[in-house]
């Protein structure tokens, strides 16, 4: 199983959880930008938790890639 697969399974499962949790609590009703946009609290807490897990892995791997790109360039110069 690749990576990126394991990494959106875990935030699927993690935005599940606070969605199943929310069936015993708060259901409060907001409004995204528009009066016909509702999101809930519920919603919000899950793509929270979403955010959570995928963004610290894709902040990681961004500064690997600028890593790997400083060095292509660094590289490069030498040889350019």
Request: proline share 1%.
């Amino acid at each position: 199983m690749s990576r990126e697969l394991q990494v959106a399974i875990a935030a699927a499962r993690a935005g599940a959880a606070e969605l199943a949790a929310a069936r015993r609590g708060d259901l409060r009703v907001d409004y995204k930008d528009a009066r016909a946009n509702l999101v809930t609290v519920a919603d919000h807490r899950s793509q929270q938790a979403i955010s959570d897990v995928i963004v610290p892995v894709s902040h990681a791997k961004t500064q690997a890639l600028g890593v790997q790109a400083a060095v292509a360039h660094e590289v490069a110069d030498k040889f350019c």
